[in-house]
């Protein structure tokens, strides 16, 4: 049996940062992650710019994902894809974590770092518009490029459909916005840009089918606005309806308190759970003066592995050496200044 100093349920920016850190401290270290790939929510936006990361530049989320992937292997964790908790014990001085496989993981800590849960975009709810998923109708963006010179409808009207909508205009050849309420809920910032450009929005408007052509490549849309319908030639279909969050805490009943109405874990302080051994990080917990951006990800991360190497080892340091004073990186700061200087 194989026990860990720290099993990190979730392989998001909370969970990839956990990792890395645990490895500053010495900790034998597992990631289990329920996707097939690591990086959790930001591989839903991969094309989008991220700016408020301290001391990084503007990068796409994809790259984002790379450099936390990188980052967190740096000390080799343990990592499993595509396996989902299913129950957690307390055996002993350990936690016995059972998954959706039939696997079973040992750990002498845990950290929940699954962030909103898994997440579905929402579909529409049009007869046979699954096929058009193979073509021209999109539910996220992975590739700008595909959308350069073309005409594409956008149907949402909050943070994310307009986001993506002022992605767009630097590529494409029209942006169109439909919304089913009276006013759009994005950001007005965001909301003057599209005007700023001209934008074709539609208000009280929404998808009733789609016109196709023989390679099932959508040629018009049909909307309804108010009583009238209009047939809207398009080249590319956004639906940007949201996201059905799948609240993979079943596991974590045990967990108390819990929000009321909501599946949120309170933190007690320091990133500690209800139940002794059990640390959350990122988006799952919540506390006062919870700052919901990346970067209060990275300090949730940093309380929760702390937290969790004190509770294996009272007479620990209560934080890591930092980074520029650590042993394990004199071999790769060496590396590093050889590069740099080679190129002046």
Not at 276 to 304: E, M, N, R
């Amino acid at each position: 049996m194989e026990v860990f100093d720290v099993t990190i349920i979730g392989g998001g920016p909370a969970g990839l940062y956990s990792a890395f850190y645990s490895g500053l401290r010495n900790m034998k270290t597992k990631i289990i992650e329920v996707q097939p790939v690591l990086g959790g929510k930001v591989n839903t936006y991969p094309e989008k710019v991220i700016w408020d990361v301290g001391g990084l530049p503007p990068l796409q989320g994809r790259q984002f994902v790379q450099n936390l992937v990188e980052q967190a292997s740096i000390f080799s964790p343990t990592i499993c894809l595509n396996t989902k908790v299913e129950q957690i014990q307390k055996q002993d001085n350990f936690f016995v974590i059972s998954t959706d496989c039939g696997e079973v993981h040992y750990s002498k800590t845990i950290i929940c770092a699954v962030g909103g849960g898994i997440l579905h975009p929402l579909k529409l709810e049009i007869e046979d518009s699954e096929k058009y998923e193979k073509t021209n109708l999109h539910y996220t963006i992975l590739d700008m490029q595909r959308f350069r010179h073309k005409t594409v409808l956008i149907s949402g009207g909050g943070n994310s459909a307009i986001d993506w909508a002022v992605e767009l205009l630097s590529v494409t050849k029209d942006v169109i916005v439909i919304y089913r309420k009276e006013q759009l809920t994005a950001h007005e910032a965001q909301v003057e840009k599209l005007k700023e450009h001209g934008v074709q929005i539609m208000l009280h408007a929404e998808i009733k089918s789609f016109l196709s052509n023989d390679s099932d490549m959508i040629e018009q849309v049909i909307i309804s606005q108010n009583e009238d319908i209009y047939a809207i030639p398009v080249d590319e279909v956004l639906i940007s309806h949201g996201y059905q969050r799948e609240a993979s805490l079943t596991f974590a009943d045990n967990i108390q308190p819990l929000r009321k109405n909501d599946y949120y874990l309170v933190s007690q302080g320091r990133c500690m759970t209800s139940v002794p051994g059990i640390f959350g990080a990122g988006d799952i917990i919540s506390y006062d003066d919870k700052v919901g951006l990346i970067v209060g990800t990275f300090q949730d991360a940093v309380l929760a592995v702390n937290n969790a190497k004190l509770y294996i080892d009272p007479d620990a340091n209560e934080y890591a050496m930092v980074s520029s004073h650590n042993d394990k990186f004199i071999e790769k700061n060496n590396e590093l200044l050889k590069k740099v200087y080679s190129k002046t």
